[in-house]
């Protein structure tokens, strides 16, 4: 039993700061909206089409913070000497995909902003907003590639130490060039995405700092890595970053779906959606956490504690995230009451929210588990799964249900709860097979 409770302890102890990274993510997106919410409905929507649009975009290079993370614990695991290979591939991918993509992403700036708004005032402004954005992708896919190191050799605290000053910075410099404060120049809407890339490469400095000074990757850092070493860490890396990429995809089409609805469904959908996204993160720090301790077990050929490693971390999963559910299960008017004075809204979300709440504890296996199955380099199983349910199952089901047979909202949320089932007995059902079980050197 004190075996069982120092093994949860340590997963707490690791998933920690990555979950408190996470929140204060998403906590700062809710204070940038605040910021700019003060210039006008147009502004707001304008960052909001914008900030959508950088979301998409990153995703692309997402897959390089697993990919590096799961090589550096496995190489750490079977003792390495030259553990910081997989960091250098991921630093020049990173930068060769990065550079380009937001040079041409500028470019055509209008064109991709058309896609997701036909307003043209809000287009104006999130085309200004988006082009100040998309400057940081370099910064972001590098940064990506430095905290996959860290974690992978269980130093997750410098993530949380990092991003909070990041965060903290973002928002000084932020408002400061919203607003013209302290004599910067008044840039409104534009000053938000200025000062967010301006924040994401003072990280990157920072990164780039801790990581010189470390001895552990002095040497290695500036060493050209093979093409042996690019390959693997492309081959890992792509599946996620697909993944990714096709399931923010997911969300824009239940987006659309929603709206076939009506205002109300769209209002009362947003945010459900949003919610769930921020409840989930422990869930998924949780997944973090573990990624690194299955690589590292399975680097040292041990197996059997690589899968108890996701089981163990599957229990604490479950648990935090049923205490995050437990408001919206019993007290759903009064949450929802938080967003909506409008007794019709209210009433509309109250039975889809509870049904969100039971969906975050049935997601625990599928977040935990598809990170796990990523740190034992299981990519593409992992895309595989999380694509296949979200396009084949849920999405036609939800236009079926909600649309065709005029279900509603309730009646999407109802395939909702059972797409998160099923997903996540997949994921179950694939760890407990243990197919993924073998070692990477």
């Known amino acids: 039993m004190l075996f069982v409770a120092r093994r949860h302890g340590k997963v707490i102890r690791l998933a920690l700061p990555i979950m408190l990274g996470m929140l204060s993510q998403s906590m700062?997106?809710?204070?940038?909206?605040?910021?700019?919410?003060?210039?006008?409905?147009?502004?707001?929507?304008?960052?909001?089409?914008?900030?959508?649009?950088?979301?998409?975009?990153?995703a692309i290079v997402f897959g390089l913070s697993s990919s590096v993370q799961s090589q550096t614990a496995q190489r750490m695991g079977a003792a390495h000497t030259e553990i910081a290979h997989p960091l250098n591939s991921g630093l020049v991918i990173g930068f060769g995909v990065a550079l380009?993509?937001?040079?041409?992403?500028?470019?055509?700036?209008?064109l991709l902003i058309g896609l997701i708004s036909q307003a043209d005032d809000v287009q104006s402004v999130a085309v200004d907003y988006f082009r100040w954005r998309v400057l940081s992708l370099v910064a972001i896919a590098l940064t990506l590639c430095f905290r996959g190191y860290w974690?992978?050799?269980?130093?997750?605290?410098?993530?949380?130490?990092?991003?909070?000053?990041?965060?903290?910075?973002?928002?000084?410099?932020?408002?400061?060039?919203?607003?013209?404060?302290?004599?910067?120049?008044?840039?409104?809407?534009?000053?938000?995405?200025?000062?967010?890339?301006?924040?994401l490469f003072i990280g990157l400095l920072v990164w780039c700092w801790v990581s010189i000074k470390s001895p552990a990757i002095q040497h290695l850092l500036p060493r050209t890595p093979c093409l042996a070493s690019l390959r693997t860490t492309l081959v890992r890396a792509a599946p996620h970053s697909l993944q990714q990429f096709l399931f923010a995809g997911g969300y824009a089409v239940l987006i659309w779906l929603l709206s076939q609805l009506g205002t109300a469904s769209v209002a009362v959908g947003h945010v459900l959606i949003n919610l769930s996204l921020l409840l989930?993160?422990?869930?998924?720090?949780?997944?973090?956490?573990?990624?690194?301790?299955?690589?590292?077990?399975?680097?040292?050929?041990?197996?059997?504690?690589?899968?108890?490693?996701?089981?163990?971390?599957?229990?604490v999963a479950w648990l935090v995230l049923l205490v995050l559910a437990l408001p919206m299960l019993i007290v759903p008017e009064q949450v929802l009451a938080i967003f909506f004075t409008n007794s019709e809204l209210v009433a509309l979300g109250k039975l889809p929210l509870q049904l969100t709440g039971v969906m975050i504890v049935l997601d625990a296996a599928a977040?935990?588990?598809?990170?796990?199955?990523?740190?034992?380099?299981?990519?593409?199983?992992?895309?595989?799964?999380?694509?296949?349910?979200?396009?084949?199952?849920?999405?036609?089901?939800?236009?079926?249900?909600?649309?065709?047979?005029?279900?509603?909202?309730?009646?999407?949320?109802?395939?909702?709860?059972?797409?998160?089932?099923?997903?996540?007995?997949?994921f179950l059902w694939v760890w407990q097979r243990r197919r993924w079980l073998a070692p990477a050197f």
């Open 367 to 426: 977040l935990v588990l598809a990170q796990a199955l990523m740190g034992a380099g299981a990519q593409r199983t992992v895309m595989m799964l999380t694509l296949s349910m979200q396009w084949l199952l849920f999405l036609p089901l939800a236009w079926w249900v909600g649309v065709g047979l005029d279900q509603g909202l309730l009646g999407i949320w109802l395939m909702q709860l059972l797409y998160r089932l099923i997903n996540s007995a997949g």
């Open 28 to 58: 700062l997106n809710l204070i940038d909206a605040a910021l700019v919410g003060h210039l006008g409905e147009v502004a707001l929507a304008g960052v909001g089409v914008g900030g959508y649009a950088m979301f998409m975009l990153s």
């Open 100 to 110: 380009p993509l937001s040079l041409l992403a500028w470019w055509q700036a209008p």
């Open 151 to 199: 974690n992978g050799r269980q130093q997750t605290h410098l993530y949380l130490r990092i991003i909070v000053a990041v965060h903290l910075i973002n928002v000084v410099v932020s408002a400061g060039l919203i607003y013209g404060f302290a004599g910067l120049p008044k840039m409104g809407a534009n000053g938000a995405g200025a000062g967010t890339t301006l924040s």
């Open 280 to 315: 989930i993160l422990p869930g998924v720090g949780i997944g973090v956490a573990v990624m690194s301790l299955v690589g590292e077990a399975l680097g040292r050929d041990a197996q059997h504690e690589a899968h108890r490693w996701g089981l163990d971390a599957l229990r």
